[in-house]
């Protein structure tokens, strides 16, 4: 079956414009996660949506980072004003609990921020 | 102290050797506790959950002990495709965010 789907694979920005980041989710998949990677650091928690539930903003590192998400299923992160240390690898990841809670990533979206 | 801890790597080993690594968590509340795999230049997927009892998939085994805040995962006969970034991942509750180790790189040669 399809997987978590990420659009777009790369985007090239400059220092200071706005990007958006498209994550679909597993279908059926009740929790989306966003996290990054950046070059030899780990993964790193950004922010996840669980149902109806208010979102778990606690990883979001600044104001300029936010997201959402759309009729239980598509997600979207936007960062506005771009900064160059915003570069990095943007994962999206699904789950579900009638699957064990399971976390299936992404393919990502590498972010070059000149 | 970073949340989750693991042996800095890399790890270059012959084809059928075992090799085993190592993780330490800081937070004693942590509930879920996994080992994922990540290729270069791709998602991690996960290879698996890790239990109290200690748990073996192939020639995977993981263990946990909650005691020492402490994971292990053995790899037995080393294959060329066991190559890749092994990561440890605990989470304070299930379903909710992962929280992951830098990782270990794993080099298998022949």
């Known amino acids: 079956g399809a997987g978590v789907s990420q659009s777009p694979s790369n985007k090239v920005t400059e220092k200071g414009k706005d990007v958006e980041l498209r994550c679909d989710p597993i279908?059926?998949?009740?929790?989306l996660y966003w996290y990054r990677q950046s070059l030899g650091q780990g993964l790193e928690f950004l922010i996840y949506?669980?149902?109806?539930?208010?979102?778990?903003k606690s990883g979001l590192p600044s104001d300029r980072f936010s997201a959402e998400r759309t009729g239980g299923s598509v997600s979207t992160l936007t960062i506005q004003r771009t900064q160059q240390e915003d570069s990095a690898v943007y994962l999206c990841?699904?789950?579900?609990?009638?699957?064990?809670?399971?976390?299936?990533f992404g393919p990502g979206t590498r972010l070059t921020v000149l | 102290r970073k949340e989750v801890e693991q042996d800095p790597g890399p790890f270059n080993v012959p084809e059928g050797a075992t090799v085993a690594f190592n993780c330490t968590y800081s937070?004693?509340?942590?509930?879920?506790f996994f080992w994922y795999r990540q290729d270069c230049r791709k998602e991690p997927k996960l290879l698996m959950s890790v239990y109290s009892s200690g748990n073996e998939d192939g020639r995977f085994t993981a263990q946990l002990n909650r005691a020492s805040q402490y994971i292990s995962l053995l790899i037995r006969d080393s294959k060329l495709s066991d190559s890749a970034t092994y990561l440890c991942?605990?989470?304070?509750?299930?379903?909710?965010?992962?929280?992951f180790g830098k990782g270990t790189t794993l080099s298998v040669s022949s």
């Open positions: 949506f669980q149902g109806n539930s208010a979102p778990d």
């Open positions: 990841a699904s789950s579900s609990p009638g699957q064990g809670d399971t976390q299936y």
């Open positions: 991942v605990v989470a304070y509750q299930a379903g909710t965010a992962l929280i």
């Open positions: 937070n004693s509340a942590s509930q879920s």
């Open positions: 279908s059926g998949h009740t929790a």
